[in-house]
């Protein structure tokens, strides 16, 4: 079982930016795609960005350009760097893995308990 806790979540104003972390532990194998969604209120859950375990990345396009995501495969972490945030930003975003436990086991999907992120106008 793979286990995710995200933090960096807040509340700030327009322009401002956040540093959204996730921590994958438990019974990993290998960890292919991580990558953040959001769901704002109203909305359906979004994809925001995703990078490979190669490094290639993918972006949403609200996000091009003020978006930044990485991963540490050595400590299984992936960050989410936020710049020039905006009221649409405002969701909860939720770290996701598609990793496989064992070594025979198949490539299932993980998510994280969400952190609010917050943006006001």
């Known amino acids: 079982q793979v286990q995710l806790v995200a933090s960096g979540g807040g509340l700030l104003h327009t322009g401002g930016s956040l540093r959204l972390s996730c921590a994958a532990s438990?019974?990993?194998?290998?960890?292919?795609?991580m990558g953040w969604y959001r769901q704002a209120p109203g909305k359906q859950r979004e994809l925001v960005a995703t990078?490979?375990?190669?490094?290639?990345?993918n972006y949403a396009d609200s996000v091009k350009g003020r978006f930044t995501i990485s991963r540490d495969n050595a400590k299984n972490t992936v960050d989410l760097q936020m710049n020039s945030l905006k009221p649409e930003d405002t969701a909860v975003y939720y770290c996701?893995?598609?990793?496989?436990?064992?070594?025979?086991?198949?490539?299932?999907?993980?998510w994280g308990q969400g952190t609010q992120v917050t943006v006001s106008s």
């Open positions: 990078i490979s375990s190669s490094g290639v990345t």
């Open positions: 996701n893995v598609r990793a496989r436990a064992t070594l025979i086991g198949t490539v299932n999907s993980y």
């Open positions: 438990g019974r990993i194998f290998n960890i292919n795609v």
